[in-house]
């Protein structure tokens, strides 16, 4: 049973912080991609940022320069570091995964999404 299980939403006043993590859990034979997604009321999910098995970073231009994306293979997790938060950023954030992971037929490779974390940045 593969798990991604997120934590570190909540409420901020505008300009504050949060960092939300992560972590994977289940036969993982390898982390390939890892990202974060958010999607706030009435409005399609969307890309945040993502980061490769190499460290690659990739970010939406709404976040840059604000946000930072990292991962600790080690501990199967990936990170977003959330500074300068604007109520626009009020959203239920996903995280999602790249896996290679093993069963008793072997190895596959998978993709798989958190539940959902919230944050809110309000006043």
């Known amino acids: 049973q593969v798990q991604l299980v997120e934590s570190g939403g909540g409420l901020v006043q505008p300009g504050g912080s949060l960092r939300l993590s992560c972590a994977a859990s289940g036969s993982i034979v390898k982390i390939n991609g890892m990202g974060w997604y958010r999607q706030a009321p009435g409005k399609q999910r969307e890309l945040v940022a993502t980061?490769?098995?190499?460290?690659?970073?990739n970010y939406a231009d709404s976040v840059k320069g604000r946000f930072t994306i990292s991962r600790d293979d080690a501990k199967s997790t990936v990170y977003l570091q959330m500074n300068s938060l604007k109520p626009e950023d009020t959203a239920v954030y996903y995280c999602?995964?790249?896996?290679?992971?093993?069963?008793?037929?072997?190895?596959?490779?998978?993709?798989?999404w958190g539940q959902g974390t919230q944050v809110t940045v309000s006043s």
């Open positions: 980061i490769t098995s190499g460290g690659s970073t």
């Open positions: 999602n995964a790249d896996l290679v992971l093993r069963n008793a037929a072997g190895n596959f490779q998978s993709r798989y």
